[in-house]
């Protein structure tokens, strides 16, 4: 029994060394990040990000950056127009063509104080781990890359 425990645990050991951990949340500068991750509509995968302006000042401009699981030199862009700046703001990037599990990924919010978005107030990264348990890989519409 003892022998059997052991067993586990050592398994359980090296599955946590192997899993990227969870990062924190981006809670410097004028934007915080409250939460990220990622939703799944009818088999789409999308990232989801919620945001809180914490100094910002109206107006204010913004586009977002994903990472692209596909092709990390394609980010997908979502431009978000101007901002209602609020305790709680949340952004769905575009459906993601590809992931693959057990990966961090990054995410850019870039901010301006311009229309033209020429007038840069921040840039804001988080890290996005995307880790679903292999059930939910077998509906999604994604590519599964290994």
Sequence with gaps: MLKKLAVVFFAFTLIACTTPRLPNPNTAGP????????FINSGIVKYAMTYKS??????VYAYAEFENPS???????????KLVLSDRMMVLSPELPAIKNHTLYEVNLYLYSDEEMKNMIHKHTDK???????IFLL????????
């Design 139 to 146: 509906d999604l519409k994604a590519e599964i890359i290994q």
């Design 54 to 59: 914490v100094s910002l000042s109206d107006p």
């Design 128 to 134: 996005v781990l995307l880790q679903f348990p292999e």
């Design 71 to 81: 092709d990390a030199s394609k980010p997908l862009v979502k431009d978000l127009g």
């Design 31 to 38: 934007i915080h990040t409250l939460g990220s991750g990622f």
